[in-house]
Nanobody
Framework: QVHVVESGGGLVQAGGSLRLSCAAS????????MGWYRQGPGKQRELVAR???????NYGDSVKGRFTISRDNAKNTVSLQMNSLKPEDTAVYYC?????????WGQGTQVTVSS
């Protein structure tokens, strides 16, 4: 089984910063990408950032230049540094392990950005 757990969410003012952390455990292939996704109120889940084991990254257009994803392969952890936060960043943020057969999701952590 693969288990994914996020932490670090909270309330922050617009323009502030927050760092999310994620830990994955269980059977995970070394080639599995990991990523962050989010779902705002009344919206569908969308990509925030993804990172491969080799460190290749891609970001959603709305967060480019503001968010940075990083990964520690030895510990199977991934982090998301969020800077210059905006109210529209308010969402539940989910960490995921993207395997060849399915995506394993964490429980989510709430990020609320006040204006």
């Amino acid at each position: 089984q693969v288990h994914v757990v996020e932490s670090g969410g909270g309330l922050v003012q617009a323009g502030g910063s927050l760092r999310l952390s994620c830990a994955a455990s269980g059977t995970i292939f070394s080639s599995d990408p990991m990523g962050w996704y989010r779902q705002g109120p009344g919206k569908q889940r969308e990509l925030v950032a993804r990172i491969t084991r080799g460190g290749n990254t891609n970001y959603g257009d709305s967060v480019k230049g503001r968010f940075t994803i990083s990964r520690d392969n030895a510990k199977n952890t991934v982090s998301l540094q969020m800077n210059s936060l905006k109210p529209e960043d308010t969402a539940v943020y989910y960490c995921a392990v993207v395997s060849a057969i399915r995506t394993y999701w964490g429980q989510g952590t709430q990020v609320t950005v006040s204006s």
